[in-house]
C-alpha cells in the first residue's frame, strides 16, 4: 500500500470519527493494519475510534501496542491513562496519569489524574488535583461535580454545598447547573432541601424533566404523599392503549411476528451497551429504527401517533401540572428497539428529552406467566435510584406487558423493569414524542 494512500485513508478514517461513522473509520483502520501492523498512526487511530463507541478494553489494547511502537509521548499516556480509568482500571491508570501531569500539565492531565484517584479512594490526592483542574478551567461541571463527591467521601458537607452554589451561580439559567446539589441532598437524606434546590430550578424551566423527578423522589422521602400523588399520578398519567392494527394486516398478532422478525434480522443492536438502560439485552441507536423497511416505519409511526393521541385526548383538565403545562407546540417521534433474553432488564431511569412516549410490546416468551419470580418482565414505575431513597420505600405501580399494547406515561417517571426469568425472548419497541425546540433535558 502506497504512503499516500495510506495517508489518504486515515485522513479519512479520521473526517468519518468526526462525523460519526465509526464503523466505517474503523473499517479503513484495520485494512491499513492489515497491511502494515506497524502503523501506529492507524493504531491510535483506531484505539480513539473504539473508545468513541465506549469499548474502552479495546482501546487499551489499541493504544499500549502504540506505546511499543513509538517513544511515549506525554499525548499518548494521558490518552491510555484516561481510557484505562475509562475501562474500570484505575488503579493501572494512575501511573500514566501521574506521568502525563509532569510532562503535559495540562487542565485535562490534572483533571484525568483526580478522576483516577477519586476511583481508587485516593480521596485528598484526589481533591488536590481536582482543584489544580478548577484553576485551569473554573467552569468545568465535570471536575466541580466530581470534586464535590470527592469532598462528600471525606465528610466536608460545608464545603460540597458550597461547591455546588458556586456551580449554579456561574450558570444561574442552565438547569443542569442544580442537578448534582439536588442528588447531593437526597443522597444526604435532606429531602426539604433537595425539594428548594428542584423549585428554584424549576423556577427557570418548568419542563426540566429531570428537576421533575428529582422532585418527586424528594416529595416521597419527605413522606409529602398528597404533593407526591400530585406530580406521580399513576392512575391518570400511566396508560394502557391496545395499538390499532395497521391495515395491510390481517390481525395484530401477524403485524407483531412481522415487527419481530424485521427487529431481530434487520437492525443494528448493541448489547448491554453502557450508554443505554438495557442490562442482559440488546439495544438498537435512538431514531434510524426502520432504515431498512421505511414502509414498516411509517405503519409503526401512525400506530404510535395514534395511541399518543389516544392519551393526550385522556388528559387530565389541568393546566397547572406539569405534564400537562409543558405540552410542546412541534414535536418529533423517535423510536428504538429493545430486546432481552434470561435476566434482561432496564435499569430504572427517566427520559429527560420526552414529554411523552412509552413502549409499545411486539413479543413476550411463550412461558412469560409461568416465570418463578413474581412479576419478572414487568414494568415498574416511581422507583428512583436507591441512593436517592435513604429514607422511605417509594410507592411504586407495577404493569404487566400485553402485545400489541403500548403503555404511555410522561418523561420524568422513573421507570425499570423486572428482571426476566424466561430464556425466550421479550421484544419492544419504546418511543419518545419530543418537542422539535429547547425543551426538557
Not at 298 to 310: I, P, Q, S, T, V
Not at 350 to 376: C, E, N, R, S, T
Request: charged share 25%; glycine share 8%; with cysteine.
Amino acid at each position: 500500500m502506497a504512503g499516500f494512500e495510506t495517508s489518504t485513508m486515515l485522513n479519512v478514517a479520521a473526517a468519518h470519527l468526526r462525523s460519526g461513522k465509526h464503523a466505517d473509520a474503523e473499517s479503513l483502520c484495520r485494512q491499513v493494519i492489515q497491511q502494515n501492523p506497524d502503523n501506529w498512526q492507524a493504531m491510535y487511530l483506531l484505539g480513539r475510534i473504539v473508545a468513541a463507541d465506549r469499548q474502552y478494553d479495546k482501546a487499551v489494547g489499541c493504544f499500549e501496542r502504540v506505546l511499543a511502537l513509538i517513544p511515549p509521548s506525554p499525548e499518548l499516556l494521558l490518552e491510555l491513562g484516561s481510557t484505562l480509568y475509562l475501562a474500570g482500571r484505575p488503579v493501572e491508570a494512575v501511573p500514566y496519569l501521574r506521568d502525563s501531569v509532569d510532562k503535559l500539565g495540562t487542565y485535562e492531565a490534572f483533571r484525568e489524574l483526580g478522576f483516577a484517584l477519586a476511583a481508587i479512594g485516593d480521596h485528598a490526592d484526589a481533591e488536590r488535583f481536582l482543584l489544580d483542574a478548577l484553576r485551569m478551567k473554573p467552569g468545568c461541571s465535570a471536575s466541580t461535580v466530581k470534586l464535590g463527591e470527592v469532598l462528600s467521601m471525606q465528610g466536608k458537607s460545608g464545603a460540597v454545598i458550597e461547591l455546588y452554589e458556586k456551580l449554579i451561580e456561574r450558570d444561574p439559567d442552565n438547569p443542569h447547573s442544580y442537578a448534582a446539589l439536588i442528588e447531593y441532598y437526597l443522597k444526604q437524606g435532606e429531602p426539604v432541601a433537595a425539594l428548594a434546590v428542584c423549585d428554584r430550578c424549576l423556577n427557570i424551566k418548568p419542563a426540566y424533566n429531570r428537576a421533575l423527578a428529582y422532585k418527586c423522589i424528594a416529595l416521597s422521602e419527605a413522606g409529602d404523599e398528597g404533593g407526591l400523588h400530585y406530580l406521580f399520578d399513576p392512575d391518570r398519567y400511566i396508560q394502557r392503549i391496545a395499538a390499532e392494527c395497521p391495515s395491510s394486516f390481517g390481525n395484530i398478532e401477524d403485524f407483531n411476528a412481522y415487527l419481530a422478525e424485521y427487529i431481530l434480522a434487520r437492525v443494528q443492536m448493541k448489547k448491554d451497551a453502557p450508554e443505554y438502560s438495557t442490562v442482559n439485552g440488546w439495544h438498537s441507536a435512538f431514531g434510524g429504527l426502520f432504515d431498512n423497511n421505511p414502509s414498516l416505519g411509517k405503519k409503526m409511526d401512525e400506530m404510535n401517533r395514534k395511541a399518543l393521541d389516544e392519551y393526550i385526548v385522556r388528559m387530565p383538565d389541568d393546566p397547572d401540572h406539569p405534564a400537562v403545562r409543558s405540552r410542546p407546540s412541534e414535536t418529533r417521534l423517535i423510536s428504538w428497539a429493545v430486546v432481552m433474553d434470561h435476566l434482561g432488564h432496564e435499569k430504572t431511569h427517566i427520559h429527560p428529552k420526552m414529554w411523552i412516549g412509552g413502549v409499545y410490546y411486539v413479543q413476550l416468551p411463550g412461558d412469560f406467566d409461568a416465570q418463578p419470580v413474581k412479576d419478572a418482565g414487568h414494568i415498574v414505575f416511581g422507583q428512583g435510584p436507591e441512593e436517592f431513597h435513604p429514607l422511605r420505600k417509594p410507592s411504586t405501580v407495577t404493569l404487566k406487558p400485553v402485545e400489541g399494547d403500548f403503555v404511555i406515561f410522561p418523561g420524568y417517571f422513573w421507570h425499570l423493569t423486572v428482571p426476566l426469568q424466561s430464556r425466550e425472548k421479550r421484544i419492544c419497541v419504546a418511543h419518545d414524542l419530543q418537542s422539535t425546540k429547547d425543551w426538557g433535558a
